[in-house]
């Protein structure tokens, strides 16, 4: 992002420092470690955009956190939220695929480790519940943000190289796509190991639903899909503001380079549309988590 807009000034803000060859860091950037459970007072109103992408799982009280970040906007500014939605689909239609256990063996093993990542979460008092419920939602009724810029989306990526499309152009980015997904989440699972052990699990136990995972991923036992929920809104601007108080307009440069279209996300311009989509979601899905001894 310092690199695409070289006017602007970027912030990044984690919980722990991150790997970066300081040499190659643009003059715009700079890192700040930071815990959002405390707060954000100190960056209220200052910016004109905020990327706020995949810390739900870690936030104790969302709503009282979605408030203060919202506070860090400029009036006018934009706020984008993408999360991960610990539930798995199958194939391209997005059915919700049940996890494995012993009473259903067959169902997937990338289910199973999303459900126990998702429990795990809330053990450690996670507020992941009222993320999720929130950015389904969307921002409509915040009363920062301006309604009428709201909107919302669901992401949908493959798990794997099975996806398919009539545009061979398309085609090749699903399965590319699903290639670093699938590489991903693999990897991935060694860092869940001591949140899953501090909750109860084995290392042995989350190792024998790694290899599990692995196998189905690689073997495409089960057509996977990965959902990543966006919302995305203005703070609503003040009255007959000059333009250096609003929030800048971020355009799309006119030399970006073409792109093909990515099939797979959908975006809904109303609430009610949002919460529909909800609720046929949620039709398919298990009442309860595996249990602790399955």
């Known amino acids: 992002m310092a690199r695409e807009y070289p006017h602007a000034e970027v912030i990044g803000v984690d919980l722990a420092p991150v790997p970066m060859d300081r040499e190659a860091i643009p003059a715009n950037y700079r890192f700040e470690i930071d815990n959002i459970n405390l707060g954000l007072a100190h960056f209220h109103g200052q910016f004109d955009v905020i990327h706020i ?3 739900g799982s870690g936030l104790k009280n969302f709503k009282d956190r979605m408030r203060d970040i919202h506070s860090c906007l400029k009036p006018g500014g934009i706020v984008l ?8 689909y199958s ?7 049940l996890p494995a256990t012993d009473d259903n063996p067959g169902g997937s093993w990338t289910q199973r480790i999303g459900s126990e990542m ?3 979460c809330l053990k450690i008092g996670s507020d992941l519940h009222a993320m999720e419920s929130a950015l389904d939602a969307g921002l409509w009724q915040d009363p920062l943000i301006d309604s009428e810029t709201c909107k919302i989306g669901s992401l949908y990526l493959p798990m794997g190289t099975w996806a398919s499309h009539e545009d061979p152009g398309v085609a090749q980015l699903l399965k590319y796509v699903g290639a670093l997904m699938r590489q991903d989440i693999i990897e991935g699972i060694k860092s869940m190991v001591p949140l899953l052990v501090k909750v109860g699990r084995s290392k042995n136990e989350v190792e024998t639903w790694r290899k599990k995972l692995t196998e189905e991923l690689t073997e495409l036992k089960v057509h996977t899909v990965a959902r990543f929920r966006l919302a995305w809104g203005r703070r609503i601007p003040v009255p007959k503001a000059s333009s250096a108080q609003q929030g800048s307009v971020i355009r799309e440069r006119s030399d970006s380079p073409s792109k093909v279209n990515y099939p797979w996300l959908y975006v809904y311009d109303t609430e009610e549309a949002a919460l ?19």
């Open 53 to 55: 992408r995949l810390v």
């Open 91 to 97: 194939t391209e239609k997005f059915e919700y695929h």
């Open 118 to 120: 998702r429990r795990a």
């Open 276 to 294: 529909e989509q909800v609720e046929a979601r949620n039709k398919q899905k298990a009442s309860i988590l595996p249990s602790m001894t399955s």
């Open 81 to 88: 939220w993408i999360d991960a939605d610990f539930d798995f």
